[in-house]
């Protein structure tokens, strides 16, 4: 089991990452990817450009540390985040999660996991250019409706706990 973190400002191969993943465990049964691309339209305004930045180290161990926790929630075998920063044009790869289990509703669940809690809890910052100007990216109150769902379960007694 492990995760795999990857913080880089050059574009990355959807296909060839995938794959290395794959070749790391033949026993897994499931891969499940989600990918993150720039888009050409935000809240009505046309996007130009998204310049991304992030805190070196301090990204990565967030990101770890998302994984981790992802790892101890499901069965999971291996985890995959590839975050890219600095200047990204409509249409570019932002994030590659990857995640592999013995079955996919494990895989699914994980990888969902991993986006929510990457969108809200990782410290990376957007900044998108528009006709209009340039601004900075708030957070969206659907990235912490999309949070929440994972910070209060049902054990399986039926009692409810916070994580």
């Known amino acids: 089991m492990a995760i795999f973190i990857k913080v880089i400002s050059e574009d990355f191969n959807f296909g060839d990452e995938l794959s290395a993943l794959r070749a790391t465990n033949t026993g897994i049964g499931a891969i499940v990817s989600f990918l993150g691309t ?84 990782a410290p990376f910052w957007k900044k998108e250019s528009t006709p209009s100007g340039s601004h900075w990216v708030d957070a969206r109150d659907t990235d912490q409706t999309a949070l929440q769902k994972w910070q209060t379960q049902k054990d399986e007694d039926g009692s409810t706990t916070t994580s």
């Open 38 to 121: 720039v888009r050409d339209m935000n809240r009505g305004e046309v996007v130009t450009q998204m310049a991304l930045e992030h805190y070196p180290g301090m990204t990565e161990k967030s990101l770890q540390t998302i994984g981790e926790q992802a790892m101890a929630r499901w069965q999971i075998e291996d985890a995959l985040v590839i975050h890219r920063y600095g200047a990204l044009q409509p249409g570019d790869q932002i994030v590659l999660v990857a995640v592999t289990s013995a079955h996919r509703g494990e895989a699914f669940q994980a990888c969902e996991f991993i986006i929510d809690y990457l969108k809200t809890e």
